[in-house]
């Protein structure tokens, strides 16, 4: 498997580009034996015009700012990809992989990420068992209601927006290991995903 540095890393991201985490914590754990996942946490890159690039993405944390509503909250957020990465891989450490999306990201597919980020911004996330029941209620094709929302919904959310996804499932439906090489999200548009690159900080 590919290894990067997070400088290379960073470089290189592109919207619509994914970061996967995995972790050793009891929640962490819990998560991916739940769902039956090789990660817990999934962030998609936003990088437009002049901005450093951008993860979005919800957690439980409020430790970093949210650059869309220059605040510190929990739940959906928008934040600096190397602030984020570096809280993940630090704070919480977990260990990070980058997969490249292999798609041509229109102005019109960036318009889709902006509404819903505005759209979905400080949605708040929710707690261990309410997140396994919104994804066990998503399996079974059933929405779950909007106002608690966990990170790969999100993703999975923002990738319907852009036309990635065809949105014939629910966004519950998707858990953060559905993002990673092994699953089939049967990406629209002629897009792919690359294979897990390692990034070490």
Request: proline share 4%; glycine share 8%; net charge neutral.
């Amino acid at each position: 498997m590919t290894q990067l540095t997070l400088d290379e890393a960073v470089d290189l991201t592109r919207t619509g580009d994914l970061w996967l985490f995995r972790g050793r914590s009891t929640a962490d754990h819990a998560i991916r034996v739940l769902t039956n996942a090789p990660v817990n946490h999934v962030g998609m890159a936003v990088v437009l015009d002049d901005l450093p690039p951008l993860m979005w993405h919800a957690e439980l944390g409020k430790g970093l700012m949210d650059v869309w509503t220059n605040s510190h909250h929990r739940g959906v957020q928008l934040h600096d990809l190397r602030g984020a990465v570096e809280q993940w891989t630090g704070r919480y450490e977990q260990q990070a992989w980058l997969r490249q999306l292999d798609a041509t990201v229109t102005r019109e597919m960036e318009d889709a990420v902006l509404r819903t980020i505005a759209r979905l911004d400080g949605t708040p996330f929710p707690a261990t068992a309410k997140l396994i029941g919104r994804w066990a209620r998503g399996r079974v094709r059933r929405p779950a209601p909007a106002e608690l929302t966990y990170c790969a919904e999100v993703v999975a959310a923002t990738y319907t927006a852009m036309g990635l996804l065809d949105g014939s499932r629910p966004t519950n439906y998707y858990d953060p290991g559905k993002f990673w090489s092994g699953d089939d999200l049967e990406l629209r548009r002629g897009a792919r995903l690359g294979e897990e690159i390692r990034v070490v900080t």
